[in-house]
């Protein structure tokens, strides 16, 4: 059985984001309210970071995935590989 780390990193990228979204959704609504949204911003914050190390984990898989095989990526995700100019 093989694991597919894109599509696990995929997944979780979208939650994160949907995460973000809300977060950020509640902070407005606290703010609107006169409510303290401090400890909600550094709830944030903390999102964020993680965030940020999915979609570097999405970045790494992709260059190991490359260096592995450059021909094993279907075209979905070609978008996501960087393409080296062709030689002449």
């Known amino acids: 059985m093989t694991v597919d780390y894109?599509?696990?990193a995929e997944h979780?990228?979208?939650k994160s984001r949907r995460v973000l979204e809300r977060q950020?959704?509640?902070i407005a609504t606290r703010?609107?309210?006169?409510?303290?949204?401090t400890h909600s911003e550094k709830v944030l914050?903390?999102?964020?970071?993680?965030?940020?190390?999915?979609?570097?984990?999405l970045?790494?898989?992709?260059?190991?995935?490359?260096?592995?095989?450059p021909w094993a990526a279907d075209?979905?995700?070609?978008?996501r590989i960087p393409q080296r100019p062709l030689l002449e």
């Open 75 to 79: 075209e979905r995700d070609r978008s």
């Open 24 to 26: 950020r959704e509640l």
């Open 59 to 69: 970045q790494w898989i992709v260059k190991v995935q490359e260096t592995i095989d």
């Open 45 to 57: 914050a903390t999102f964020e970071r993680s965030h940020a190390a999915f979609e570097r984990s």
């Open 6 to 8: 894109l599509a696990i």
């Open 12 to 14: 979780r990228l979208e």
């Open 31 to 37: 703010r609107a309210a006169g409510q303290p949204t």
